[in-house]
DNA sequence: AATCCGTGGCT
DNA sequence: TAGCCAAGGAT
């Protein structure tokens, strides 16, 4: 019998000596001054690196701006943030999505304060073993907060690694290659910096699409620029498409002109948040009077639909809308001026809006 | 290992 | 417009 055929070799990643060094010379020139970063030569705060990179998780540096700051003037160090109620942190979270990340930053809080004396631990293994910390956010906060030669794994760098050597492997398989060579170019010199450095890179040079190829340092390396087509990198799988489910939500306004709100259970989509009364959501539409509402009341259905697009599905929401409805206390009955103070998602502010805007 | 989990901006 | 994408983690 023949042999299996050998693995196909590994392109010999020979790493350009000097690429971290030409990386660190264009990050002191262009680095970007975002509100968590400490300045020039100065070494962070490990609570407000952690914060930030919870928060930058799936999203981007524009939209979590405003979030750190309220997030830090209101819990200026750990020990606040610990000492905090879960419901006040998924309120300052609202609309900032993946809510998970607000229950474990919460959770992640209480065991630094209680099992770290309130300090970050400064190794990735330890980092890793904290609620909300997976691999990438416990080697950012090791680099960037600490200084450690941690190796950094985002779409950033998984970008960048994939056009300098042609990663033919489409994601997600191609993590474990992009991560062997990503740790290959991780310098003992200033790691923070350099990774900082890379997912800026990344960010503003070597985007996804029409990459700034003329403005980047690391052009005499790239095999993707050689061969001019640095834009289909990195290669991935074809995605599932994304199913299209349907709800109604049910309205209650009371005399006083509140709307009902009763929170979502603690796990899973929207968990712990708050929603206007709704259906199960399916895969078909409902028919008129197919579902009862939660009280008998004089319903109407209000014009149009509330649409809203989950990561893996996309919603159509039709809403009922019953006024001078007795304040049940089963329910929260919520003022449209206190709508600030709750956590409600954004699907849900839809919801909401759409009421206001069809019974005005 | 594959799936679940938000949102808003950009093309 | 409809898909793509963002400093991913938990299960």
């Not at 209680?114 to 909300?132: C, K, N, Q, R």
């Not at 450690?148 to 985002?154: G, S, Y």
């Not at 893996?312 to 009922?320: C, D, E, K, N, Y």
């Not at 089963?330 to 954004?346: I, K």
Request: include cysteine; proline fraction near 9%; aromatic fraction near 8%.
């Amino acid at each position: 019998m023949p042999r299996k055929s050998p693995a196909k070799p590994e392109p010999a990643a020979r790493v350009p000596e000097n690429l971290p060094d030409r990386l660190l010379a264009w990050y002191d020139r262009h680095r970007r001054l975002l509100p968590w970063r400490a300045g020039p030569g100065e070494r962070a705060d490990p609570y407000h690196v952690w914060l930030s990179e919870i928060m930058l998780q799936q999203t981007t540096v524009v939209t979590v701006g405003p979030y750190f700051r309220d997030f830090l003037a209101r819990w200026p160090r750990l020990e606040d943030l610990a000492a905090a109620p879960l419901d006040d942190v998924l309120t300052a979270w609202a609309g900032l999505g993946y809510y998970a990340r607000a229950r474990n930053l919460k959770k992640c809080a209480e065991v630094v304060a209680a099992e770290h004396g309130g300090v970050f631990p400064d190794s990735e293994e330890d980092l890793l073993a904290l609620p909300g910390i997976g691999p990438y956010t416990a080697a950012a906060i090791a680099a960037i907060a600490f200084d450690r030669p941690a190796t950094i794994l985002d779409g950033n760098v998984e970008r960048v690694m994939a056009r300098l050597y042609r990663v033919e492997a489409p994601l997600p398989k191609a993590k474990a290659e992009l991560r062997a060579l990503a740790r290959r170019h991780t310098p003992e010199y200033r790691p923070g910096d350099y990774a900082q450095g890379i997912m800026d890179l990344g960010a503003t040079i070597c985007t996804p699409t029409k990459p700034k190829c003329a403005l980047c340092p690391l052009t005499a390396d790239c095999a993707a620029l050689k061969a001019g087509d640095a834009e289909t990198y990195p290669r991935k799988a074809a995605k599932a498409e994304r199913p299209q489910r349907y709800g109604l939500c049910f309205a209650m306004i009371d005399r006083q002109g509140r709307i009902a709100l009763e929170k979502r259970p603690e796990k899973g989509l929207l968990g712990g948040m708050m929603q206007v009364p709704t259906s199960a959501w399916r895969d078909t539409p409902f028919a008129d009077g197919e579902v009862m509402p939660p009280v008998a009341a004089n319903w109407r259905k209000l014009d149009g639909q509330v649409s809203h697009v989950f990561t893996h599905f996309a919603l159509s929401l039709t809403v009922l809308a019953a006024t001078r409805v007795k304040a049940d206390p089963a329910y929260r009955w919520v003022g449209v001026d206190e709508l600030g103070r709750v956590a409600l998602p954004s699907v849900m502010r839809k919801v909401v809006d759409h009421v206001l805007a069809k019974s005005a």
